[in-house]
T-cell receptor, first 116, second 113 residues
């Protein structure tokens, strides 16, 4: 396993366009997280999945954002009608949780979105 | 809600100097505490962690002790190297529920030869 992979690494889009990012977690991990990181800040939680179920969405995740994890494996994050304020690094992380125990989160290298 | 505060950077040190990056937190329950590092052009990597009070996490010469009484998790290294230049993030993970991480804003470390 090569770790958490994200695609694309960079995306430049015009304001108003839709974009979709993909995350492939570590294969045996049942939890998948999306974070957003803006320049000079730490990552901020957006949403997470336990297997295919999306269990929580942050207030940062506006109606223009949607995330899926259809088969409990890879996940997609779509942003509709992009705005300049959406420009950020979007990070995916995965972990394994069972009962009260689990692994730490492993992060992908992120997708850097620039909205022009 | 949960929050993490860490010292602002950049921190600039000469090689072999002693490093301290302060981190304090606010949380309910009994969170786990982490230090992640982000080298230039790379993703976040876990540096060390501690899961309960008085635990000491250590890795690659870095150490941090979980101090519940002062709600702190300061990162230390006795002798830094140029290769330690990176951004360091302190984070906490709730002990129940989603377990997503709450990060500090990061501290950039620059080590000069």
């Amino acid at each position: 396993d090569t770790g958490v992979s994200q695609d694309p690494r960079h995306k430049i889009t015009k304001r108003g366009q839709n974009v979709t990012f993909r995350c492939d977690p570590i294969s045996e991990h049942n939890r998948l997280y999306w974070y957003r990181q803006t320049l000079g800040q730490g990552p901020e939680f957006l949403t997470y999945f336990q297997n295919e179920a999306q269990l929580e969405k942050s207030r940062l995740l506006s109606d223009r954002f949607s995330a899926e994890r259809p088969k409990g494996s890879f996940s997609t994050l779509e942003i509709q009608r992009t705005e300049q304020g959406d420009s950020a690094m979007y990070l995916c992380a995965s972990s394994f949780m069972w009962g009260g125990e689990g692994t730490e989160a492993f992060f992908g290298q992120g997708t850097r979105l620039t909205v022009v | 809600g949960d929050s993490v505060t860490q010292m602002e950077g950049p921190v600039t040190l000469s090689e072999e100097a002693f490093l301290t990056i302060n981190c304090t937190y606010t949380a309910t329950g009994y969170p786990s505490l982490f230090w992640y590092v982000q080298y230039p052009g790379e993703g976040l990597q876990l540096l060390l962690k501690a899961t309960k009070a008085d635990d000491k996490g250590s890795n690659k010469g870095f150490e941090a002790t979980y101090r519940k009484e002062t709600t702190s998790f300061h990162l230390e290294k006795g002798s830094v190297q140029v290769s330690d230049s990176a951004v360091y993030f302190c984070a906490l993970g709730a002990d129940t529920g989603r377990r997503a991480l709450t990060f500090g804003s990061g501290t950039r470390l620059q080590v000069q030869p």
